[in-house]
């Protein structure tokens, strides 16, 4: 079944620290992977896609993630983090041809001071 | 100039009533969503409709019903409220019905059932 994990539930790190939260996606072909973040509160903002090409994406807020297809892994990374970076983060993944986008069980991201 | 709003942020209701949740978007898109997500923040589709039209319904009690008077509208019906109807509830908006595209999320409807 098409799925996505992502395997941390919860993670700490301080502020000016790196970042790298985790996902891994089960598809029979390259799906289409997002990133959105959603502060507290608030409803989902997207942070990232990845469609195809170059496998290190850029986006929003400082933030860049990698697709690895041997891995079936697109990883979230951001070099430095500030408070604000404070959020839940979801990876999702779509198929072509598919109508819905799949989304993981969400990574909540605390900062530590 | 708000993409997509919902309304009303706060739903406190007892078990057994009925009540509804609205949703617009002023972005031009075909396609909207219903999520429900959970306490532990698991978000779960509900329906989908493009161009007014149901495409997506996952195996969701028929105590919910979603209505499409136009594309830039999708309401949210639900009979008999249970206690474990409550979550939060987001609608999202998405240019067509396909895998690859962004989808635009409003700020939730956190519905409490006493």
Wanted: one cysteine or more; glycine letters at 8%.
């Amino acid at each position: 079944a098409q799925s996505v994990t992502q395997p941390d539930i919860h993670i700490t790190v301080s502020e000016g620290a790196s970042l790298e939260l985790r996902c891994n996606y089960s598809y029979g072909a390259t799906p289409y992977l997002f990133w959105y973040v959603q502060s507290p509160g608030q409803g989902l903002q997207l942070l990232l896609k990845y469609f195809s090409g170059d496998t290190l994406v850029q986006g929003i807020k400082g933030f860049e993630a990698e697709f690895k297809r041997s891995q079936s892994s697109f990883n979230l990374r951001k070099p430095s983090v500030h408070w604000s970076d404070a959020a839940e983060y979801f990876c999702a993944a779509g198929i072509q041809g598919a109508q819905k986008l799949v989304f993981g069980q969400g990574t909540r991201l605390t900062i530590n001071p | 100039d708000t993409a997509v709003s919902q309304t009303p942020k706060y739903l406190v209701t007892q078990m057994g009533n009925d009540k509804s949740i609205k949703c617009e978007q002023n972005l031009g898109h075909d396609t909207m969503y219903w999520y429900k997500q959970d306490s532990k923040k698991f978000l779960k589709i509900m329906f989908s409709y493009n161009n007014k039209e149901l495409i997506i319904n996952e195996t969701v009690p028929n105590r919910f019903s979603p209505k499409s008077p136009d594309k830039a509208h999708l309401n949210l019906h639900i009979n008999s409220l249970e206690l474990g109807d409550s979550a939060v509830y987001f609608c999202a908006s998405s240019p067509m019905a396909y895998g690859g595209n962004e989808q635009f999320f409003g700020p939730g409807t956190r519905l409490t059932v006493l």
